[in-house]
């Protein structure tokens, strides 16, 4: 029996002989890799750094090249005597630069470099979601790894005191109610490993599909339930708001409604437009075919004068949407206010459980030795026997239930302060 304890406090506790294979930055490296929200992330953010150029693009000249070609049906005279040419061509080349245009291209960039900065920070976000959630399911499967190791070591222990128990009752030394409650203890315990081996199977697949794997693969995990991860430091909620990248996304939505309003605002200002245009072809009255150059200098004044107040009421709803945002914001800083001392509440308290475990754990086994030593004298029942080892198991229990929850609390505090 001390056999078998020893066994268990140095498979479950030191992570057993398994060989290493998949750490847990490893796996959050491999989920990173593969995720697809991830990857429509980055996408995003190359579409929106594309947009920027695009929208750049708008302070330089432009030139263009057109061409047309027209056909006559009617006989016209230009001249007594002196008919039109049916066909009129010409080929025309012109560079176009925007002098003023009430500032629309200069807001229009800088509204792009802002949605090209929300789009950096969504890749971020969605980064730390990812992180979490594998961190949550790589604990999850070494959690319930252990648990079946733990199920699978209970059966032995059960399976060792029945063949005692049974020797017993064959020489006549006890009776057949001791033997049927250790069967019936050990049908238990092979359902409550059969329970375990589901779990495990589960938590196997879900870690799997998050990579892209086989589900039924397996692996090693090589970080282990039981090691005590330093408690993170208690932050103060400014500190967070300024690495959460959900929250500077809010913060910048704000910027973008107000650059909004003011590019309402610019749709409505006088527009100055100059260009050069180089036209080869021929003549607008083609009295003879020839063709020849013709260079042509403009300006182009465009000023809005009225519009039956649609600039004011543009306005009033760039102002609603700027007040949205702003709402937004409050909102998701309440949010986030509301996360972090949650999260911080059941970090220190899950850490104040991990103590209660561990000395219930050093009492069930004392009381199990005992219980065990006093049977094997004839002192105690063997319901007294079974009472321990179903206490032993609840206690291992616990252990690993509580450190997957540690292990759990830390994730989601670091994910709270957004801390890779």
Not at 88 to 98: H, T
Not at 267 to 275: A, K, N, T
Request: contains cysteine; negative net charge; hydrophobic residues 40%.
């Amino acid at each position: 029996m001390k056999k078998w304890i020893l066994i268990i406090i140095g498979t479950v506790l030191a992570g057993g002989t398994f060989a290493q294979n998949l750490s847990l930055d490893e796996y959050r490296m491999q989920v990173l890799e593969y995720n697809q929200d991830l990857q429509k992330a980055h996408q995003s953010a190359e579409g929106a750094l594309y947009s920027l150029q695009s929208v750049k693009t708008g302070f330089f000249p432009r030139v263009d090249v057109s061409g047309n070609y027209s056909w006559q049906f009617e006989e016209i005279d230009f001249l007594p005597g002196t008919p039109l040419k049916h066909d009129n061509y010409g080929v025309e080349a012109g560079i176009i630069q925007q002098i003023y245009t009430g500032g629309i291209v200069r807001k229009q960039h800088e509204v792009a470099k802002l949605q090209y900065a929300i789009a950096q920070l969504a890749v971020e976000h969605t980064m730390d979601n990812m992180i979490y959630a594998a961190d949550v399911c790589y604990w999850t499967l070494v959690a319930n790894q252990n648990l079946l190791r733990v199920a699978e070591e209970y059966v032995v222990l059960i399976d060792e005191l029945y063949s005692i128990v049974n020797k017993r009752f064959e020489e006549g030394a006890i009776s057949r109610t001791d033997l049927l409650m250790v069967q019936n203890r050990l049908k238990e315990s092979e359902l409550q490993q059969n329970t375990a081996m589901t779990n495990y199977r589960v938590a196997l697949q879900s870690l799997n599909i998050m990579v892209g794997a086989d589900p039924n693969r397996e692996v090693i995990l090589s970080d282990t339930i039981c090691y005590t991860l330093q408690q993170p430091q208690a932050q103060e909620l400014d500190k967070v708001l300024e690495r959460r990248a959900d929250y500077q996304i809010a913060v910048k939505n704000i910027e973008v409604a107000k650059m909004q309003t003011r590019l309402i605002r610019s749709e409505f200002l006088p527009q100055i437009v100059l260009g050069v245009k180089e036209k080869y072809g021929t003549q607008l009255l083609n009295v003879n075919g020839d063709c020849k150059w013709g260079t042509t200098a403009y300006a182009q004044v465009n000023i809005p004068v009225f519009h039956w107040g649609k600039m004011r009421k543009e306005v009033q709803k760039g102002h609603s949407q700027e007040e949205i945002r702003e709402l937004e914001r409050c909102q998701l800083r309440d949010q986030v206010n509301k996360e972090l001392s949650n999260a911080w509440v059941t970090l220190t308290e899950t850490a104040n459980r991990l103590e209660i475990v561990r000395s219930s754990l050093e009492i069930a086994e004392d009381n199990l030795n005992l219980n065990t030593f006093s049977y094997n004298e004839g002192k105690l029942p063997i319901l007294d026997v079974l009472s321990a080892q179903a206490s032993w198991l609840q206690a291992y229990t616990n252990v690993v239930s509580v450190n997957y929850q540690y292990k759990v609390a830390v994730a989601e505090y670091m994910y709270v302060l957004g801390a890779r």
